[in-house]
């Protein structure tokens, strides 16, 4: 059974940094397509950024610049280090991973609560 559990999270003021983990565990090979994503209230679900295998990462504009996605293959494990953190990136950040980057089946963690805030 895949499962994906987020760390990292917290409450962090205006211009800090954080930097999220996301483990995967019942796979037998890393993820074509790690990504993450967030929600904050009221709102949708949006992607912050993604990473797939032998391609440039991908960034929402809202983050770009101030957020990069990277991962550890052997340890199938994501990062998203997050800098200079706005009041509006306060969200509950999700990981999700793709095994395959053609497939249907894909994953999520639980997430973890990002609050940006004086």
């Known amino acids: 059974q895949v499962q994906l559990v987020e760390s990292g999270g917290g409450l962090v003021q205006p211009g800090g940094s954080l930097r999220l983990s996301c483990a995967a565990s019942g796979m037998i090979n890393s993820a074509d397509v790690m990504a993450w994503y967030r929600q904050a209230p009221g709102k949708q679900r949006e992607l912050v950024a993604q990473s797939i295998r032998g391609r440039s990462a991908m960034y929402a504009d809202s983050v770009k610049g101030r957020v990069t996605i990277s991962r550890d293959n052997t340890q199938n494990t994501a990062y998203l280090q997050m800098m200079s953190l706005k009041p509006e990136d306060t969200a509950v950040y999700f990981c999700?991973?793709?095994?395959?980057?053609?497939?249907?089946?894909?994953?999520w963690g639980q997430g973890t609560q990002v609050t940006v805030s004086a």
């Open positions: 999700y991973a793709r095994p395959n980057y053609g497939g249907i089946v894909d994953y």
